[in-house]
């Protein structure tokens, strides 16, 4: 059974950090694109950022910068490293697994940022 846990969600002050972990199981981590996507309040769900399994990024322009994703295949691990948050960042925050020779698909469960202004 595949899972993806995500964690580190909360409520922070605006120009304060937070680290999302996600936790996969029961997929072979290493060789899966994972990525983070959001989806703010009345907001359609955006891709924040990626990593392929060769560890390329990529990421939205709007928290180029401020947001670093990583990943910790050892561990089964993706991070998103959030710094300098905004209100805006404020949002549901869901890690995707995407095998790219497939196109099969995971995703968790989602992780609430709040961040107060």
């Known amino acids: 059974q595949v899972q993806l846990v995500e964690s580190g969600g909360g409520l922070v002050q605006a120009g304060g950090s937070l680290r999302l972990s996600c936790v996969a199981s029961g997929i072979r981590f290493s060789i899966h694109t994972m990525a983070w996507f959001r989806q703010g309040p009345g907001k359609q769900l955006e891709l924040v950022a990626g990593i392929t399994s060769n560890g390329n990024t990529n990421y939205v322009d709007s928290v180029k910068g401020r947001f670093t994703i990583s990943r910790d295949n050892a561990k089964n691990t993706v991070y998103l490293q959030m710094n300098s948050l905004k209100s805006e960042d404020t949002a549901v925050y869901y890690c995707?697994?995407?095998?790219?020779?497939?196109?099969?698909?995971?995703w968790g469960k989602g992780t609430l940022v709040t961040v107060s202004s």
């Open positions: 995707k697994a995407v095998l790219v020779s497939t196109g099969t698909t995971y």
